[in-house]
């Protein structure tokens, strides 16, 4: 689940936001979660309240496609975690719109082998880090799945995979398809690709470039 888009009626769940707070304030509750995640459905639940749903469309990650055409797979790799309209348009992402938000291009520099290669030094990847996002396609990976054995406790297994290598202080997430077909389609049970057309990429380069206009004036 990602929480970065809650829709909520305060007069019918008010009960459960104040459970939500309280499981915040409680360290079992609180340390096991990332933030306010799983505490918004978590605080209905135990108010007695189940009218609430998930939004049937998956978060997935949104970006510059990576196409291995040999193997037939493809990967979005971000620091934004993206929501989507039912015909896949960009409804909200979370992470920014820059390549990366954080200020973290010294400690990634000298931690991660990977960026050495690529860039000279850290002013090099600072730049790019602060580079504007790209948004060219989306991945929603398939929901993650359950592997048993006899006698051996339940495997989960995703394709949406952390990369720390990538630097942001590792906040890159991967997600990936596999065994695409010839013609880069796949069935929705091994995941979607979003492929966005020229206007619609056009379309987000100008939001993405007004709002790092505003926020580079804002300091």
Known sequence: MESGLIVMNRKTHFIGLLASVHLQFWPKTAKPVYGDKELWWLGQLLSGNDKYFFDEVDAGAVGVLNEDLVNHNASVCSIQL?????????????????????????????????????????????????????????IIPKPVEKFSKPKMNPIYTSTFIKNEALGCNGYFHCANIYNLSSNGELADSNGKLIRYNQKQIDFYKDLINAWNSRTSRAG
């Open 82 to 138: 993206a929501h989507f309209k039912k015909n896949g348009e960009l409804l909200w992402l979370n992470g920014g719109l820059k390549n990366c938000k954080k200020r973290s291009w010294k400690k990634d520099f000298d931690s991660q082998e990977v960026l050495r290669q690529t860039y000279k030094n850290p002013s090099q990847l600072r730049n790019h880090y602060k580079k504007p996002l790209v948004i060219e396609a989306a």
